[in-house]
């Protein structure tokens, strides 16, 4: 009999328990149903062949939804490929588990569990198959490297190993200059440490797995490493007239693996520093104001204690605790770590803050808008580990080949131990041969190729404020063909900004009257036009004329006052039409204008039937200043770029014009964006949407690959599968390219990783390599596999934009102690 219990969401009442009910009975092997609408929970008993699947797609298919939770353990003592598969089979047997990712390179499991699922059972199914889980401990309460003793360097089992295997192989290395054999009783002496005391990880890894009803790693190399020890200790005792023993091999084998796996862990954290790098912009600290009575207090808290709406005092130097408004000060703040961005950012009262940053000289009051886990900080880290610990789609093929590895490599050594031994009589060195087989098999370095460079390509990405969600998106990112930029807010700056402002009457003190008189007719009015005018006003210096009385809006026309005693119109060319001002001498300015993408409003004042144009205000949307390099850039990659827009053709045409983009979609709705992307995907070309608003959203989902600018809005960022932290449209050309250049680190790794053992296994099966040698190339193999990867943390983002980006290393390290 085996129990499922799903979580349960839409149900409201007793008819949806009986939907529920109903729709879970009808799945084959279901033998009872029990739903209880106060804790929204689903108990299923069903027969051992029952699966979630079925389950979930009932439910959902009665209009309900089941609600999915991620579980991350840690687990302890895989190797290889072959472990990754065992612990994801073992994981995937528990009843209500429907997703499982095991990244051998980070050492855990992220699992998707229908509803509540026992932590005691996923980490007994763990420990069933051979292996160790546990709930994932923190970056700083994590070995610095290898395996180590308490009070002990982590190196120092390499370390004693090579002290007892080189007097075993210094003599080997002599012998053609004359040099002799330790004695056989020396040898033993030296090897037996080696082999049961040093190799002791592997025999009980190597057991695990043979409980296990499997293979690994360690099971290759206890079984290879006994049996030339074995043959040496049966040399010694039952014949020691035949010379030559091979305790040095075994010795050898067992300290080049033990350093292969150092080296390989060592490398293997490397990858991981995105991850460190990001937890350590957690203060742990943070002084809030309170009130006591009359008075304000500042006292220092602990970062769990705050709370929405505290008022954080963040001194000069420290770093900003949560996410928030600046309420008072100002400073500059380094958000390098956050962004990329390596020169400070201007903050000012209204500012919005990031945990994380650090405040420059300025005293800042900030209040909390987002503590804890809603914080940016926490969202980009829970994002960029997503992300590494994800598979890539690529992964399947090694999945395929690691669940026959073991098993191939173990008849391979066997038909090399009979082969030889029967077609030459020699068993002696038949049995070399196929420790040879044995230990130069090597499917750790399968197993490493993928999710090393995903973690470092990541990683890597993530500090220069490029947020990958998922290996998915990181790996079709590489094949993308056309590039489709939203308009408003990705491309411009997303606000309109009064470009011009031309009298009736000429002359400059006509000009400032015109904006002053149209700075006090929208002086209370929150219309992003009457901003656009207020701005601008302040920054010609420009008070505005005498206060407006009698402010009224008219729907879809514009904007009356009285100024003194005279009566102002700001609005459209329509409404100047019917209040029958002339327009004429300006209107060949105004044509012009909007046909460069302007929106046209025009100040008029008078009586009924009297009214006289003072002139006309033309704003638009300025574009980004890093908007035309960054289309040149996709375009000289051999990239297609369009452009989709809800504004009026003349508008679009004018940015595209400028920006050198030909393909324009221009006036259409935020569902037709979506059928947009599916036009451009047709004749096979993968598509990248990047947008930043709400109305972007089905597109960003439409398309093979959404990036969201993260100035932009939630929705935008949850519906893509890449993030730019900054709103720079460079950044896609720069995400593109990780993109090409960490699938091309996968691709080279797994190639290395194949090619070690389809010319090593062959090579030793004909006896062309000793047992050191294999092991040498074995130990090596998963090294130079994750050095590959850690070439991706060379990265550095197109040069183009490269006065805005950090140059060096330092630049991102230097507050991270």
Same mark, same amino acid.
């Given at each position: 009999?085996?129990?499922?219990q ?6 409201s ?18 033998q ?7 804790t929204e ?5 069903g ?32 190797s290889c ?7 994801e089979?073992?994981?995937y ?24 699922v ?10 069933a ?9 923190s ?17 120092w089992?390499v ?6 295997t ?15 054999a ?13 082999q049961?005391?040093?190799?002791a990880?592997?025999?009980?890894a ?8 499997s ?15 074995g ?12 010379g ?13 693996v033990?350093l292969?796996?150092w ?10 520093d995105?991850i ?17 009575g009359a008075?304000s ?45 390596s ?26 808008t987002?503590i ?15 992300a ?5 789609p ?5 999945d ?12 391979i050594?066997?038909?090399?131990l ?7 009589g ?24 993928t999710?090393?460079?995903?973690? @470092?390509?990541?990683? #890597? +990405? %993530?500090?220069?404020?490029?947020? !990958?969600?998922? $290996?998915? =998106? ?15 807010g ?5 606000h309109p ?13 006509a000009?400032?009257d ?5 700075a006090?007719v929208?002086?209370n009015?929150e219309?992003?036009? @009457?901003?656009?005018? #207020? +701005? %601008?006003?302040?920054?010609?210096? !420009?008070?505005? $004329?005498? =206060?407006?009385?009698k402010?009224q ?14 009566q102002y ?31 046209i409003?025009?100040? @008029?004042s ?13 704003f ?10 960054a ?12 452009m989709?827009?809800?504004?009026n ?17 221009a ?8 059928k947009?992307? @599916?036009?451009?995907k ?6 990248a949407m990047?947008g ?31 993030t730019?932290m ?11 390219d990780?993109?090409?250049?960490t699938?091309?680190k996968?691709r ?16 030793a099966?004909l ?21 590959n990867a ?6 550095r983002?197109?040069?183009h934009l ?16």
């Amino acid at each position: 009999m085996t129990e499922f219990q799903l979580a349960i969401e839409g149900m409201s009442c007793a008819s949806c328990v009986s939907h529920v009910e109903k729709a879970l009975r009808k799945v084959a092997g279901v033998q009872d149903v029990s739903v209880n609408l106060a804790t929204e929970l689903a108990t299923v008993q069903g027969d051992s062949a029952t699966a979630i699947g079925p389950l979930v797609a009932a439910v959902e298919k009665a209009g309900y939804v089941v609600k999915q939770q991620e579980v991350t353990l840690d687990i302890a003592g895989m190797s290889c490929a072959s472990c990754v598969s065992r612990v994801e089979k073992a994981l995937y047997k528990v009843p209500g588990v429907q997703s499982v990712a095991v990244n051998l390179a980070s050492e855990k499991a992220t699992l998707n569990t229908a509803g509540a699922v026992p932590l005691e059972s996923l980490i007994a199914a763990v420990h069933a198959a051979g292996y160790e889980a546990s709930l994932p401990s923190s970056a700083a309460d994590s070995p610095a490297s290898g395996e180590g003793k308490p009070g002990l360097p982590s190196w120092w089992p390499v370390a004693a190993a090579g002290l007892l295997t080189l007097p075993l192989v210094l003599p080997m290395l002599l012998m053609p200059f004359g040099g002799g054999a330790l004695p056989g009783w020396w040898q033993l002496a030296l090897a037996t440490p080696v082999q049961f005391w040093f190799g002791a990880r592997f025999y009980r890894a190597g057991w695990r797995a043979l409980k296990a009803g499997s293979g690994n790693m360690d099971l290759l190399v206890a079984l290879g490493t006994s049996a030339a020890y074995g043959l040496s200790l049966y040399l010694l005792l039952a014949a020691p007239a035949m010379g030559h023993l091979y305790f040095e091999a075994s010795a050898a084998v067992i300290t080049l693996v033990l350093l292969g796996k150092w080296l390989e862990t060592r490398a293997k954290r490397q990858t991981a520093d995105a991850i460190r790098a990001l937890n350590a912009l957690r203060p742990e600290r943070a002084t809030v104001r309170r009130t006591q009575g009359a008075n304000s207090v500042d006292r220092e808290i602990a970062i769990a204690a705050l709370q929405l709406g505290d008022v954080v005092v963040v001194r000069a130097g420290e770093r900003i605790a949560a996410d928030g408004v600046v309420l008072e000060g100002h400073s500059q703040v380094d958000e390098s770590l956050l962004t990329g961005e390596s020169l400070p950012v201007e903050k000012q009262v209204g500012d919005r803050i990031t945990a994380g940053a650090i405040n420059g000289n300025g005293l800042l009051l900030v209040t909390t808008t987002a503590i804890g886990a809603e914080t940016t900080l926490a969202r980009i880290i829970r994002m960029v580990e997503h992300a590494q610990a994800a598979k890539a789609p690529i992964q399947r093929l090694v999945d395929q080949v690691s669940a026959v590895f073991v098993p191939v490599v173990l008849v391979i050594a066997l038909l090399t131990l009979l082969g030889w031994g029967f077609f030459n009589g020699d068993w002696q060195q038949a049995l070399l041969n196929a420790v040879a087989v044995l230990v130069i098999a090597c499917p750790c370095a399968l197993g490493l190729a993928t999710p090393t460079a995903i973690m @470092a390509g990541t990683g #890597i +990405a %993530a500090r220069y404020g490029i947020l !990958i969600k998922d $290996a998915e =998106a990181l790996e079709i990112a590489h094949r993308i063909s056309v590039v489709a930029f939203d308009k408003t807010g990705t491309l411009t700056v997303g606000h309109p900004t009064l470009l011009n402002y031309l009298p009736a009457a000429p002359g400059t003190d006509a000009a400032r009257d015109l904006l002053a008189l149209a700075a006090a007719v929208q002086r209370n009015s929150e219309h992003p036009l @009457a901003r656009a005018v #207020i +701005a %601008a006003a302040g920054q010609a210096g !420009i008070a505005p $004329a005498l =206060a407006a009385s009698k402010v009224q809006t008219v729907a879809g026309r514009g904007v009356q006052a009285n100024i003194g005693d005279m009566q102002y119109f700001l609005g459209s060319s329509r409404w100047m039409q019917e209040l029958g001002a002339d327009t004429a001498m300006l209107a060949t300015e105004a044509r012009r204008l909007e046909t460069e993408g302007r929106t046209i409003s025009w100040l @008029a004042s008078g009586a009924d039937g009297q009214r006289t144009v003072n002139g006309l205000l033309a704003f638009g949307d300025e574009i980004k200043p890093a908007a035309k390099a960054a289309v040149r850039q996709l375009q000289q990659q051999a990239i297609r770029v369009a452009m989709l827009s809800g504004d009026n053709r003349g508008s679009a045409n004018a940015v595209g014009s400028q920006l050198g983009i030909s393909e324009i979609h221009a006036e259409i709705l935020p569902a037709d964006k979506a059928k947009a992307i @599916a036009d451009l995907k047709a004749g096979g070309a993968v598509v990248a949407m990047v947008g930043d608003g709400i109305n972007d959203a089905p597109a960003l989902a439409a398309a093979d690959v959404g990036i969201a600018m993260a100035t932009g809005t939630d929705v935008a960022m949850q519906a893509a599968g890449i993030t730019l932290m900054r709103g720079d449209p460079g950044l896609v050309a720069d995400a593109i390219d990780i993109s090409r250049r960490t699938y091309s680190k996968i691709r080279q790794n797994l190639f290395w990783a194949f090619i070690y053992n389809l010319i090593g296994i062959p090579l030793a099966a004909l006896g062309y390599l000793n047992p050191v040698l294999a092991g040498a190339a074995m130990a090596f193999s998963s090294v130079s596999v994750v050095s590959n990867a850690l070439l991706l943390r060379r990265w550095r983002p197109a040069e183009h934009l490269s006065a805005n980006r950090p140059t060096k290393e330092t630049s991102h390290d230097k507050h991270d102690n």
